[in-house]
Structure formats: structure tokens, C-alpha cells
């Protein structure tokens, strides 16, 4: 498992840490890029969708649901493309 990475991040206005993993910073900042989306908007939409776990824990159910549904569409596509 790799090194945890703390770093300050901005949670609904408020001024906070979260220590991932630097692939998951890296994942964060694609999501970021693919969606025009600002790194608080993301942790915001993981916060919401996962309310049951700690922060940290939502954002990293987050982005691996997201690149699931990224992959999961990419098959789907390839697939009908190969009919």
C-alpha cells in the first residue's frame, strides 16, 4: 500500500485535511480535469453520495465508482461497436 499524502483541502467553504494516497491525489485531479469540475465540487459529491463514511473514505469510494462507470460505459461501447 502505498504512502499516505495529507493535504489541505477546502470542504464546503471550511478549511480541512485529508490523507490519500498520491494515486489516489493523482485520480482526484483526472476526475478534476475530465468533469471541469473544482477539487472541492468532488469531495462535496463524494461527501453527499457516501454520507455513512468518514471523508476520506467517501472520496475513495468516489473515484473508484467513477472510473467503474468510466470503464463499464467504455466495454458497453466497444461492444456495440463490434456488432
Known amino acids: 500500500m502505498g504512502q499516505l499524502i495529507s493535504r489541505n483541502i477546502y470542504c464546503s467553504g471550511r478549511r480541512t485535511s485529508m490523507r490519500l494516497e498520491q494515486h489516489m491525489w493523482d485520480a ?5 480535469s475530465l468533469t471541469g469540475r473544482t ?4 469531495i462535496q459529491s ?14 475513495r469510494v468516489y473515484l473508484l465508482t ?7 460505459a467504455s466495454i458497453a461501447k466497444n461492444s456495440e461497436n463490434a456488432l
Open 28 to 32: 482526484l485531479q483526472r476526475v478534476c
Open 39 to 42: 477539487q472541492e465540487e468532488v
Open 66 to 72: 467513477w472510473f467503474l462507470h468510466k470503464y463499464e
Open 46 to 59: 463524494a461527501i453527499l453520495s457516501e454520507p455513512a463514511h468518514s471523508h476520506t473514505s467517501a472520496v
